[in-house]
Nanobody
Framework: QVQLVESGGGLVQAGESLRLSCAAS????????MGWYRQAPGKQRELVAT???????NIADSVKGRFTISRDDAKNTVYLQMNSLKREDTAVYYC???????????????WGQGTQVTVSS
């Protein structure tokens, strides 16, 4: 059982920055991919950015050039640096992690509780 705890959300003005953190804890075997998803009011949840243990990154076109994803495997933590925030970035941001037990071919997907990011102008 893995728990994901997000932090760093808040209320900012357009053009400002935030840094989200997500720390994994519990019974961890091997976390492969970690990432961030968001859900804005009236919209479906969408991918923001993901990063694998090998450093391969996938980032949504809507945030390219503004957001950067990184991870610290020693701390089981993934970060999302959010610069030049826009009003349309307002959403609940959810952390996601994939834990793998390679020996038995078992994959488990975990989600955090979400952290609110609100951008005003």
């Amino acid at each position: 059982q893995v728990q994901l705890v997000e932090s760093g959300g808040g209320l900012v003005q357009a053009g400002e920055s935030l840094r989200l953190s997500c720390a994994a804890s519990g019974t961890i075997y091997s976390i492969n991919a970690m990432g961030w998803y968001r859900q804005a009011p009236g919209k479906q949840r969408e991918l923001v950015a993901t990063i694998t243990s090998g450093g391969n990154r996938n980032i949504a076109d809507s945030v390219k050039g503004r957001f950067t994803i990184s991870r610290d495997d020693a701390k089981n933590t993934v970060y999302l640096q959010m610069n030049s925030l826009k009003r349309e970035d307002t959403a609940v941001y959810y952390c996601n992690a994939e834990d793998v037990i390679t020996q038995f071919g078992v994959r488990r997907d975990y989600w955090g509780q979400g952290t609110q990011v609100t951008v005003s102008s």
